[in-house]
């Protein structure tokens, strides 16, 4: 028994005396990854902070919709301009990518069955270049080897969770094709021969679907329900419909904007619109996705929160730049500066959308920015947020961080005015709203991230 009774002292000393270093003391969990709030590329940090949320002076329109309240947010990033054709381009350029390397990866397989085994490989060539990404089965971990029978070998299509192969770079060139299987790929991608116009074949924008994930948090934590219920997926085509410069103006010739706007690199530092907030929502998914999937790579740095679009009062306060009774960005009441020229993009004129100097649309950079940074808070394009439009908004929601998230509501909240608007819609306080499912010629957004911790300042 004495023996039983040192073995078990000396055990419990060595555990005491383990390298933790703790000595015993209640000295809490330490992560192994220390987190810096990094401020995204492109982005300003808005400090967050209470402000009087809503019209201060006269309502010409008679809405009645935005009574005075004052409300607190929280600290976040947000895109010192408006997301630019050239952004939006590396999404759905991601997503073309990604369809068209699934696909040649399915026909290399269906293309090695019963074929000659130096063809893949090491020794691969053509169509086998861009063949799954194949997994070091010998030298696999337990871990590994469940998660490719498991999950990697199921699937099937576009769904296939098999590891694409992003190395090969994809040959876009028609002539230079390297065998008959890619040619047949290609050739599914493609318009029909009789569909392009002068026999210039383009890629049919109608494939491009991007599917995407989500729980919902907010559902889950007020029912309680099974997890599994509020697991979401939906498909978006991302691409923009740029038939709106025609459909958006009757009686109207805008077909040069229709072809070359989000076409012609002229325009690749301009704001893209034809975007519904779906598409919004579904390139913040992507933009997260792009982020954390480096953040991986590097091992030792944590995921960073999600990119997401703004709340209707997180849009308001950072427009205001910390001028808390301005009637625009730059404060007010005019729309021009002492030297009479105009401070935003906008219709100053009956008629007369160019005494601005713009026609339409402007580069993102354009005019000066607010306190923030800010640029373009006010006209240029109008820009989605993540609110639901309700008349009674401002009376239903929060005085901390508000949100009316109506889901089945699907008038969604837009903000700031545009090119073709009058100077009412670009006051701070103003608000309009568009179905979630419509593109507009003036119509764009901006995304924020959530600041972690606390922004105070000593």
């Avoid at 492109?42 to 809503?54: L, N, V």
């Avoid at 691969?124 to 799954?132: C, D, E, N, P, R």
């Avoid at 373009?376 to 009376?395: K, L, P």
Wanted: glycine share 8%; hydrophobic share 35%; aromatic share 14%.
């Amino acid at each position: 028994m004495k023996k039983i009774t040192v073995l078990a002292l000396l055990v419990s000393i060595i555990y005491s005396c383990g390298s933790s270093g703790d000595r015993g003391e209640l000295v809490g969990v330490k992560s192994k990854r220390k987190w810096f709030a990094e401020k995204p590329y492109g982005m300003a940090k808005i400090p967050g902070g209470s402000f009087t949320m809503g019209k201060q002076d006269e309502d010409p329109m008679g809405a009645m919709n935005a009574p005075t309240k004052t409300v607190t947010v929280q600290p976040f990033y947000m895109d010192e301009t408006e997301i630019t054709n050239s952004e939006y381009k590396a999404f759905v350029h991601w997503v073309r990518d990604s369809i068209t390397r699934t696909k040649l990866a399915y026909q290399a397989e269906f293309a090695s069955l019963g074929g000659d085994e130096a063809s893949t490989g090491k020794n691969a060539k053509g169509i086998q270049l861009y063949a799954f990404a194949s997994k070091d089965t010998v030298n696999e971990t337990p871990y590994e080897k469940y998660m490719r029978e498991n999950y990697y070998e199921l699937g099937e299509g576009l769904d296939s969770l098999k590891p694409l192969n992003w190395e090969e770079e994809i040959i876009w060139d028609s002539q230079e094709y390297p065998d008959a299987d890619y040619v047949e790929v290609m050739d599914s991608l493609y318009i029909k021969k009789d569909e392009a116009l002068n026999g210039v074949r383009t890629f049919n924008v109608d494939l491009l679907d991007y599917r995407y994930y989500w729980f919902d948090n907010e559902a889950a934590a007020r029912t309680g329900k099974n997890r599994k219920d509020f697991l979401k997926d939906k498909v978006i085509n991302v691409y923009p419909d740029t038939t709106v410069w025609i459909k958006d103006f009757n009686y109207s010739y805008n077909d040069p904007m229709h072809q070359e706007y989000f076409a012609h690199k002229a325009y690749e530092n301009y704001p893209v619109v034809g975007v519904t907030w779906n598409q919004a929502k579904a390139f913040c998914h992507w933009r997260t996705k792009a982020k954390n999937s480096y953040q991986r790579s590097r091992k030792k740095l944590g995921l960073v929160p999600a990119f997401r679009l703004p709340t209707e009062a997180e849009w308001e306060y950072a427009a205001r730049g910390g001028l808390n009774y301005g009637k625009y960005p730059w404060g007010g009441p005019s729309t021009t500066s002492d030297r009479g020229c105009f401070l935003a993009n906008f219709k100053p004129v009956r008629g007369d959308y160019a005494a601005d100097g713009a026609l339409y649309t402007v580069e993102a950079l354009s005019y000066n920015p607010n306190e923030y940074g800010l640029f373009n808070m006010a006209g240029n394009v109008s820009e989605w947020t993540n609110t639901a439009y309700s008349q009674m908004s401002y009376y239903m929601g929060s005085t901390m961080n508000p949100n009316v998230e109506i889901k089945e509501n699907r008038r969604k909240i837009i903000r700031g005015g545009s090119w073709k608007d009058v100077a009412y819609f670009l006051e701070v306080s103003s608000r309009d709203w568009e179905y979630a499912d419509t593109a507009r010629s003036y119509i764009g957004f901006r995304t924020v991230q959530d600041y972690l911790g606390t922004n105070k300042n000593n």
